[in-house]
């Protein structure tokens, strides 16, 4: 059975950082693009950055270029956000998605309708 759990959500002081982390089980990330998406209340679900599996490109939702970063350790399929310099964020749930294909394009790999696989999410939130 694929499984994807994630951990290390908690709450955070602003100006902070986090990692994030997400396990994979029943199958290996090697061929599989994955992503990191957030969703606050009463928001959609948006795509935070990615990871293609086509040459390993990744892509950053605009509000998190330069703070956030994900990573992919296919030998131990885990894969990573780690959050610095968390202050604007809005508390909400950090979701790991992975999907079996190579997009070629942000647009798509940030985008939520591209991912069957869903975590079933971890909290973050910012605040002193």
């Known amino acids: 059975q694929l499984q994807l759990v994630e951990s290390g959500g908690g709450l955070v002081q602003p100006g902070g950082s986090l990692r994030l982390s997400c396990e994979a089980s029943g199958f290996t990330l090697n061929y599989y693009t994955v992503g990191w998406f957030r969703q606050a209340p009463g928001k959609e679900r948006e795509g935070v950055a990615c990871?293609?599996?086509?040459?390993?490109?990744?892509y950053y939702a605009d509000a998190v270029k330069g703070r956030f970063i994900i990573t992919k350790d296919n030998a131990n399929s885990m894969v990573y956000l780690d959050m610095d310099s968390l202050n604007t964020e809005a508390p909400a749930i950090y979701y790991c998605a992975a999907e079996l294909v190579e997009y070629y394009s942000s647009s798509y790999c940030l985008g939520r309708d591209g991912y069957h696989y869903w975590g079933q999410g971890t909290q973050v939130t910012v605040s002193s």
């Open positions: 990871r293609d599996n086509n040459d390993g490109r990744t």
